[in-house]
Structures are given as structure tokens and as C-alpha cells.
């Protein structure tokens, strides 16, 4: 409700309309009048991006002996984006993923994870992804190729991408006061080899990784 309430006072006040009335009460602004994205990447101006870390997930699928899947979530990443609609071939990714940051639905497996024999994040905290190439199939897809760090190891991955909206929209600065800027959010996916990357041989059947992310000028 708080957050709603953020929006709505934001809303509010960048609203040409709305403006014309400082006195208007904010619960009756509707949800039309809050900025959604374009099914369309060209909406989302060139710049400067940076990860917006409340509005990201990554999520690793691991199969569990051919029974199941175990889904693990990383809560800390950092990335920037330099974004040129375009000419999506010539934007730059870089991302950083704190491997102590991962979160598991069995109590304490986390910490297991960390030791030696697994992700051994005493001597690797960080898994990195640095973009080679962007490559646009239509508005709202496309690939992302780059070089993936985990464990030390470097492998090329290559992620497809949908995008979920872009365009001008919400966003919050460091004191949580929201602002409208240019916004741009995306499902990215890829498959890994474990074995690449140096997990163990407990780790043998392929591992996919999904990212879902939103990206925002910031001033």
C-alpha cells in the first residue's frame, strides 16, 4: 500500500493533467495514469543504464538426480547497460553476481553451497557476464553473447532475450523518492555446461539460468 501511495503522489506530480490540480485526492488517479512499458526495445532512449536490483531476480535451474528441479536465487547483482536502440549490436553489458548471495528453499544448504567443494566462494565470490555482441530479431527479442565468469572459469554464453517492456516510467532513487525516466526490462536465458566451469562431478547434466531484470537511466 505504501508503495502504491508513492507511485500515485509521483504520479501526481508528473502528470501534465493531473498537475493542473495540485488538490486532486490521490486515490482516485487511476491505474492508466501510471506509465507502463512498450512492447517494443526502440521505446527505451540511448544511454546510460544501470540494474534496478528490487525489480531483478536470477534464478538457476539444477536438476536433482533426474527426479527434479532445484531453483536457487542469487539476491545480489549489479549491472550497467549502455544502450543504443539504434544500433543494439554496438550496446554494452556488464554484470556481477555475488555468489554468497544465494538463497535456497532448505534451510542452511546455502552455506553448504559456499564451501570448497561446491562453489568455493572463499576463492571466487563474484560470477561475471561481459556482452560481445547484441544481435535484435525483431522488436521484442533477440540474443546477447558474451564471456561468462564462474569459478574462474570463462566460458562464451549466449542469452535469449525477450523483452518484457521499455519506455518511460518509474523509477526510485537512493532515498526510495520516485522519478520518471526511461526504463527498459527483459527475460534473458541461457543453458551451461557445469562441468566448464569447474563444479564438480555432482553437477553433470546442464544447468539453465534466467535472469529477469529492469534497467533504468538514473541521474
Not at 169 to 198: C, S, W
Amino acid at each position: 500500500m505504501m508503495l502504491y501511495r508513492v507511485i500515485l503522489a509521483a504520479a501526481l506530480a508528473a502528470s501534465p493533467v493531473l498537475a493542473e490540480n495540485q488538490q486532486t485526492d490521490a486515490e482516485t488517479i487511476a491505474p492508466a495514469d501510471v506509465p507502463r512499458g512498450q512492447s517494443d526495445y526502440h521505446a527505451a532512449a540511448a544511454g546510460q543504464y544501470r540494474m534496478d536490483p528490487l525489480h531483478t531476480a536470477v534464478l538457476v535451474r539444477v536438476p536433482h538426480m533426474n527426479f527434479s528441479i532445484s531453483v536457487l536465487r542469487f539476491n545480489e547483482v549489479a549491472a550497467t547497460l549502455d544502450w543504443n536502440p539504434d544500433s543494439p549490436a554496438t550496446s554494452q553489458l556488464d554484470a556481477t553476481v555475488q555468489m554468497e548471495s544465494i538463497s535456497t528453499p532448505a534451510p542452511g544448504f546455502a552455506d553448504f553451497l559456499y564451501g570448497a567443494d561446491y562453489l568455493n566462494t572463499a576463492q571466487f565470490p563474484e560470477a561475471t557476464f561481459r556482452s560481445t555482441d547484441f544481435a535484435a530479431e525483431s522488436d521484442t527479442a533477440g540474443t546477447v553473447t558474451g564471456d561468462l565468469t564462474i569459478m574462474g572459469q570463462t566460458n562464451p554464453a549466449t542469452f535469449d532475450v525477450t523483452l518484457v517492456g521499455a519506455g518511460r516510467g518509474y523509477a526510485g532513487d537512493e532515498a526510495g523518492n520516485p522519478f520518471i525516466t526511461d526504463l527498459i526490462g527483459m527475460t534473458a536465458v541461457t543453458t551451461i555446461d557445469p562441468q566448464a566451469y569447474g563444479l564438480n562431478a555432482f553437477f553433470t547434466d546442464p544447468i539453465d539460468i534466467q535472469i529477469d531484470g529492469e534497467f533504468g537511466v538514473h541521474p
